[in-house]
């Protein structure tokens, strides 16, 4: 029996002002309550209560004790539902790192997340593949949605595939039907910045490779979505995620042509640290894990 259980005796009793009452209340027999509040009066050195057969009567004593132990014995009860909320995975940080590829199954786990736990604070960044792996190691992300590499201190699952699309606006597709069009060679390309998506622009090179393209590059650009409002803008063309593409545009104002060739496609993959305790953590996982089964 801890100090704070006989406090929340006490409480309760001296709120109910009946030993019968208050012993239903906390779920004992009321000679084990009358045991629990002896036992504080002894550790006290004091009379919390007047007893007689007309019932139980504070003391002046037990009067003022009552008042100090009742907001304490609250904070406890708050404290002890938090930890259960916690330990439920109900509370709590989630930190997501995804590239675009990941797009579609990160946002359908993160609705379906959020519909079962709406008091999770959740944190989610477009972040490049080979940064959010070292982040996740030293947990500065809880779950990284990166291009597949291999791991294996870490724990993970395939969750998309994806590969390369090229994009132009409708408005050129008179002098444009494929990336193998003379015209190509000519227009200007919007390209992402290669530090932020190395992988990604390796696969855009060896295409331009494959296919002995040297294109003319005007801008180069941090974020997709800037590179797809641009080519939308009439400012040129571009190589893009083929799965970001697909859910983000216009498709009267966009032609997306999916491109196949070797080396050109990609796996992506959920990741997160193999001795993962966290419940929010892990009920997260759980239910992208569904996802991602659902979809392929």
Not at 18 to 23: D, E, F, R, S
Not at 56 to 76: C, I, K, N, S, W
Not at 95 to 115: C, K, Q
Request: hydrophobic fraction near 45%; proline fraction near 4%.
């Amino acid at each position: 029996m801890t100090r704070i259980d006989l406090l929340r005796a006490f409480v309760i009793l001296g709120e109910a002002g009946n030993y019968t009452t208050a012993a239903d209340r906390l779920g004992i027999s009321q000679p084990t309550l009358t045991k629990q509040i002896a036992r504080l009066e002894d550790i006290l050195g004091q009379l919390l209560f007047h007893r007689s057969r007309q019932g139980t009567e504070l003391t002046d004593f037990g009067r003022q004790f009552l008042a100090e132990a009742q907001p304490m014995v609250r904070e406890a009860d708050l404290v002890w539902a938090r930890g259960l909320r916690m330990a439920a995975g109900q509370t709590g940080r989630l930190a997501i790192g995804f590239t675009f590829s990941a797009l579609d199954v990160m946002t359908r786990a993160l609705i379906a997340y959020r519909e079962t736990f709406p008091d999770v604070e959740i944190s989610f960044d477009v972040i490049s593949s080979q940064s959010q792996l070292p982040m996740l190691r030293e947990h500065r992300l809880d779950v990284a949605f990166a291009r597949w590499q291999d791991s294996p201190d870490l724990s993970a699952c395939v969750v998309s595939s994806d590969g390369l699309a090229f994009v132009y606006p409708a408005s050129r597709a008179g002098e444009i039907d494929s990336i193998d069009s003379t015209a190509v060679r000519h227009l200007p390309f919007i390209r992402l910045k290669r530090e932020i998506a190395p992988g990604f622009e390796g696969a855009v090179q060896r295409l331009f490779d494959g296919k002995g393209i040297e294109p003319v590059v005007t801008h180069w650009v941090n974020e997709s979505l800037v590179q797809l409002r641009m080519v939308e803008a009439g400012l040129g063309v571009a190589i893009m995620h083929g799965s970001a593409v697909a859910s983000l545009i216009d498709r009267s104002r966009l032609v997306v042509q999916p491109i196949d060739g070797p080396n050109l496609g990609w796996q992506t993959a959920m990741y997160w640290r193999s001795a993962e305790k966290k419940p929010v953590v892990l009920q997260f996982l759980k239910i992208a894990q569904e996802i991602a089964a659902e979809r392929r």
